[in-house]
């Protein structure tokens, strides 16, 4: 099996399972919504950590993985069970945090632990569990010993702060049949074979990721997410959402994917700023996401003539045209905070590491900003409330030809809600989106994710096969 190591930073590397760790899911579940699962644990990892990663990794294969892990000089793994990912970049950060602690002891690993006293069988909850690579890298099948926990739990009276073999021990369960446990409880059995402690996950790691429990209301949640919400109106999809906030609240992070248009509103980028080169770019296609479009425009302002506002988020779009016509260049999260309530939404409002901070330092100075920012809302500006994998035809009609276009798609085409509802569609549409704009235009350069892969400022007239 072929493992795509993709490296970030180098004490952690996440990784996500081929194989089915919750057991209900594996049982009740469709193969379509095991997908989806996978599929939001794997967008979490790649968009939601500042670590490496692996993903779709089979357990089989999980050991030499994690000795080459160790060998490469990565301190811990994460792996993660489907339908739970991070939702903050800074979980990396608190999981060192929580290592320089779990340290001070001889520790295995790190999960949600269970340990409900009539069982006398600890289990980790298949979210994630945090393995401590310089003292284990082989997972095996041993038997269940005795074991000690801590008096102090998380919550309730069946999660304890760390559990360690009792000395002396005996066996409770003897060693597994192949299959009859998950991978996760495969380790907590490891650690407790070599002797070593198993700690909780802290607070600080538990506040930056999510799970949606996906072994309740697994009819239900199929039934909903599968549903075609395209055509419904705005109000309908944000009375949709206040259901899910109050029925369903473990499933409030896959129905945000599910309908991003009225849940997640991005003010800044959760990305570094980029750097762009090109130079003679006349017209420019972007979404109404954070401040970095206009890093994609500043080294072409000579030249530049159009800028096409394209998002599905009606409340973005709105936001946009409220920040071209009316922002000075300063003090952007005041000017926010003063105008929020201009747009009528209810949803996140996502501040991510692109900080408004970072995109003035990006600049010499605040003035080169400016007189950039004074050019940028002289060119012509159309803004369109559009869905561009469903009618980029739309978009198409507005690019005036023979120019050189910038197509900034950021990752709109790998965003969880079109493939919920358009599939393989997605990556079709957004082909055939390239393609006819590079029809009409001189050149093209593309910015962002398409078909699986991520381009940076890529001229597609050398690219035939895009």
């Keep these: ?13 996440h990784i996500s399972l081929r194989d089915v760790v919750c057991k209900d899911v594996e049982e009740q579940a469709s193969d379509d919504y095991i997908g989806l699962l996978k599929t939001l644990t794997d967008i979490g990892i790649s968009l939601g950590t500042n670590g490496s990663y692996v993903l779709q990794v089979g357990a089989n294969h999980l050991g030499d993985l994690l000795r080459s892990l160790k060998h490469f000089g ?18 990396d950060k608190e999981i060192l945090k929580s290592v320089k602690e779990w340290d001070k002891e001889e520790w295995g690993a790190a999960g949600h632990i269970l340990d409900r006293p009539l069982y006398k069988e600890p289990k980790f909850h298949h979210q994630c569990v945090v393995l401590n690579l ?7 099948e041993c038997p269940l010993w005795e074991h000690d926990s801590s008096n102090e739990h998380m919550h309730d009276d069946y999660t304890p702060m760390w559990i360690k073999v009792r000395s002396p021990a005996k066996i409770v369960k003897h060693t597994a049949r192949n299959g009859e446990i998950n991978v996760f409880d495969k380790i907590l059995r490891t650690c407790l074979e070599n002797k070593l402690t198993v700690f909780n996950l802290d607070y600080n790691i538990r506040g ?11 009819k239900w949640t199929e039934e909903k997410v599968f549903a075609n919400l395209d055509q419904l109106p705005q109000d ?9 906030r109050i029925n369903y609240p473990d ?24 750097h762009v080169v090109d130079n003679d770019l006349q017209v420019a296609v972007c979404p109404c996401s954070g401040l970095h479009q206009f890093k994609f425009i500043q080294p072409s302002l000579d030249v530049m003539e159009k800028v096409i506002w394209a998002d599905y988020s009606p409340y973005a779009v709105k936001w946009m045209e409220i920040l071209v016509h009316e922002w000075n260049g300063k003090d952007f999260h005041t000017f926010f905070d003063n105008n929020k309530d201009r747009l009528n939404y209810d949803g996140s409002v996502i501040n991510g590491h692109g900080t408004w901070e970072k995109f003035l330092e990006s600049f010499e100075n605040e003035d080169e900003w400016l007189i950039a920012w004074a050019k940028i809302r002289n060119l012509e500006h159309q803004f369109i409330d559009v869905n561009l994998v469903n009618d980029y035809n739309k978009v198409v009609e507005l690019i005036p030809a023979n120019k050189n276009v910038l197509l900034q798609c950021s990752n709109i085409f790998l965003y969880e809600s079109n493939y919920f509802n358009r599939g393989p569609l997605t990556a079709v549409n957004s082909i055939d989106y390239v393609k006819q704009v590079r029809n009409i235009s001189n050149k093209v ?7 699986g892969s991520y381009y940076d400022m890529i001229n597609t007239n050398r690219l035939k096969w895009i």
């Design 1 to 13: 099996m072929e493992i795509k190591l993709i490296i970030r930073e180098k004490e952690i590397c």
């Design 74 to 91: 990565f301190k811990v793994a994460v792996i993660w069970a489907e339908g739970s990912w991070s939702d903050d970049p800074d979980i």
């Design 134 to 140: 310089r003292k284990l890298t082989e997972i095996i």
């Design 208 to 218: 930056k990721k999510v799970c949606v429990y996906p072994e309740d209301d697994i």
């Design 236 to 244: 309908q999809l944000v009375r949709i959402m206040s259901d899910v």
């Design 251 to 274: 499933k409030i992070a896959m129905f945000e994917f599910k309908i991003q248009s009225v849940t997640n509103l991005y003010i800044t980028n959760t990305e570094t700023v980029p």
């Design 445 to 451: 350069i593309f910015n962002g994710d398409i078909n």
